[in-house]
Nanobody, 126 residues
């Protein structure tokens, strides 16, 4: 079974950049789409970005399009969420997750994802 361990994140000022990494162990990381979600205090978990198992297709929430980039390296079993031009509204706990279905297209519903990282705090000061 795949286990996901996240790193990165932290405290930055508005306009700065951050990177969150998601490293998988066990299972077959390269066969599953990866999704990124975030949850701000008092809010529902929301979709941020997703990438196909092979990396050929990416999805982004409108709120992060043009600022965030999702990528993956299946040899290293790693997914990356690069966040540029961070805004105060991006403050949240960020999660990576693997899709439940083998070699599926990426989707935006959190229920479609079965294995989750532990979460990484991203704080943006205005």
């Amino acid at each position: 079974q795949v286990q996901l361990v996240q790193s990165g994140g932290g405290l930055v000022q508005a306009g700065d950049s951050l990177r969150v990494s998601c490293v998988a162990s066990g299972g077959t990381f390269g066969n599953y789409a990866i999704g990124w979600f975030r949850q701000a205090p008092g809010k529902e978990r929301e979709f941020v970005a997703a990438i196909t198992w092979g990396g050929s297709r990416k999805l982004y929430a409108d709120s992060v399009k043009g600022r965030f980039t999702v990528s993956r390296d299946n040899v290293k079993s790693t997914a990356i969420l690069q966040m540029n031009s961070l805004q105060y509204e991006d403050k949240a706990i960020y999660y990576c997750a693997t899709h439940r279905r083998l070699r599926s297209e990426p989707t935006q519903r959190s229920d479609d994802y079965g294995r989750w990282g532990q979460g990484t705090q991203v704080t943006v000061s205005s």
